[in-house]
């Protein structure tokens, strides 16, 4: 099964737990769904070890997505770390089912510990294991128990299920699908299938309504299933826990029509199911169960561009390496230009729309030649609106073959603000609105900027979005601006004939590098989040030159593949390893 416990001695931990419960030193409780069995900051008294049901950890650091950690199965600790550095807990466990817990205070395990040096050992271990995955953002405990509820009448969702079963098990594992048969079955039926198998899936059809209750209540996680086609339902049932709808485990997957050029009417299905996640699926498609096969087993693979003005031409590049390689794209989110090449990247781009797409909108004519008398800003920014329009026309985020973010800054809240629905246009224009260069996005009386100013490699928030190894394409190592880049033109006119002023004046290269520059503490955590690092030489390229496509697109490829030779292992699996330490 792959637990954390399995690299323990188990009879060592219970044993210690069984004696302390039968002299009345360790103490028994329930722990409710829903329930907090302890927050970050406070202090940490007991060591947990859970009997039964599922505990979900959770963190939030300061500036940062709310991030699950991972699940907690009977036979694991609880609050061990904390305990023994004499530290207040980190992170926040939540019963994600109704649990069973022993509690031993710190005094008394000390004391057991003294008599049976083997447990403490043990949890050495355990600890250094825990402390590797925290230091990489590895989930301390893999989901392993998925439910499938039909949301509409319509076609029967078993067989999509087993479709990704079919795919799980080809990755090696052992899964099984259970559907309504298994509604009256005791409850040491859930308890032994879901310890003889790596994976559970449960599917509930639409009419299944007993089951589907059952299910809400018996998972990990719970992904809603509808027709993408279709409106949503006036009334969308939950079935879900409440755990697991304040702790935003419940996802949405959406069958579309096999040749859909485009999703549609996604944003409808949010309003109407809350999803923390969407997923859309083409009816038959086999590489679309494969990736929600991925998602479920933490091998999703999430891609994250930095933004660098034209450096980000390199992306392209590393794209194309990727997909040569047969590298999957599950998820994709970027900052400032590198959240445009991802919108490509998820609106279903192949190679040869992504360079044409590309070029036309940066490469045969300049985006900021537009100048403007400098009251807001360098340029008017009608051009790239009219280009993100043109490119973008009204598609909405949820309407992405994959899931995507961006981020801008928000200059009014003095924080980052994260696009995950509405026009995907008018989020990438925030995200690419360099102050100075371009007039600022007006949201709800919010100031949007350029997402590079607050969180120009935003890995931490696709680490919020998804367990699986994350790769990074970071363009802000190239050469940063230097004197040349500011100096005067000798000759106005001569700059004017050149052809030199649609780079703009040397001003904007100024506003450009000040608005990209992050500070060595967040640029190193961001880089650190990533578990492929994929850094092209744009020392050549000006973040101005716009007609620097095939020398940026070039260096991208050639990064990727030397990063790509360095491993031992498919990206797919990176995440697996350093799991395991």
């Not at 737990?17 to 028994?28: P, S, V, Y």
């Not at 005791?186 to 899936?201: G, I, K, M, Q, R």
Request: include cysteine.
């Amino acid at each position: 099964m792959g637990s954390l416990i399995d690299l323990l001695h188990e009879t060592a931990l219970e044993r210690l737990f069984d004696e302390a419960r039968q002299t009345g030193d360790a103490r028994w409780f329930s722990l409710p769904a829903g329930e907090t069995l302890y927050d970050p900051g406070q202090p940490s008294q007991e060591l947990y070890l859970l009997r039964a049901g599922r505990l979900g950890a959770f963190r939030r650091e300061e500036g940062q997505e709310r991030q699950f950690l991972g699940v907690i199965r009977p036979g694991e600790p609880a609050g061990e770390m904390a305990l023994i550095a004499g530290t207040p807990h980190s992170a926040q466990v939540v019963a994600l089912r109704d649990s069973e817990v022993l509690a031993l205070s710190r005094e008394d395990f000390f004391a057991a510990a003294d008599r049976d040096p083997a447990v403490m050992t043990e949890l050495a271990r355990l600890m250094i294991l825990r402390t590797r995955q925290a230091a990489t953002q590895a989930s301390i405990g893999e989901p392993t128990v998925f439910g499938f509820v039909a949301v509409d009448a319509g076609r029967k969702i078993r067989p999509l299920v087993d479709k990704i079963a079919l795919e799980i098990a080809r990755m090696g594992h052992s899964v099984t699908v259970a559907g309504v048969e298994a509604t009256h079955a005791p409850t040491e039926w859930f308890s032994n299938v879901e310890a003889d198998h790596d994976y559970v899936l449960y599917a509930a059809e639409h009419v299944e309504t007993a089951w589907k209750s059952i299910v809400g209540r018996q998972v990990d996680r719970l992904f809603r299933v509808g027709r993408g086609d279709k409106a949503p339902p006036a009334h969308v049932a939950s079935y879900a826990s409440e755990t697991l709808q304040q702790q935003q485990l419940v996802d949405l997957i959406l069958i579309q029509k096999a040749d859909a050029r485009y999703p549609a009417g996604a944003e409808a299905w949010l309003d109407a199911t809350h999803a923390a996640r969407l997923f859309h699926v083409r009816e038959g498609a086999v590489a679309d169960a494969g990736r929600l096969a991925r998602v479920l087993t933490g091998r999703s693979v999430g891609l994250v561009l930095s933004g660098g003005g034209a450096r980000a031409y390199a992306h392209i590049g590393a794209i194309k390496a990727l997909r040569e390689r047969g590298v999957p794209i599950d998820f994709v989110g970027g900052a400032s230009m590198g959240a445009i090449v991802a919108a490509g990247v998820a609106m279903g781009w192949d190679e040869q729309e992504m360079d044409a797409r590309i070029r036309d909108a940066f490469v045969d004519s300049s985006p900021l030649d537009d100048i403007a008398f400098p009251l807001i800003a360098m340029t008017h920014g009608e051009k790239v609106r009219e280009r993100l329009r043109v490119h973008f026309d009204e598609v909405q985020i949820a309407d992405l073959w994959l899931p995507f973010f961006c981020v801008s800054s928000n200059l009014t809240t003095g924080a980052y603000h994260l696009h995950r629905r509405g026009t995907l246009r008018h989020a990438l224009r925030a995200s690419i609105a360099l102050p100075g260069v371009m007039p600022p996005a007006i949201d709800n009386n919010n100031v949007l900027v350029d997402g590079a100013v607050m969180k120009n490699f935003p890995s931490d928030v696709m680490r919020s979005m998804q367990l699986g190894p994350i790769v990074g394409v970071d363009v802000t190592r190239g050469r940063s601006i230097t004197a040349d880049d500011v100096a005067r033109p000798s000759s106005v006119w001569r700059w004017i004939l050149s052809g030199d002023w649609r780079k703009g004046p040397p001003i904007m290269a100024l506003l450009m590098r000040a608005a990209t520059v992050s500070t060595g503490r967040d640029l190193v955590a961001a880089r650190e989040a990533t578990d492929l690092l994929i850094m092209p030489n744009t020392d050549g390229i000006d973040i101005r030159d716009w007609k620097a496509f095939e020398p940026g697109v070039d260096a991208g490829y050639r990064a990727a593949v030397a990063a790509l030779d360095r491993l031992d292992r498919p990206v797919t699996e990176m995440r697996k390893v350093r799991a395991k330490g």
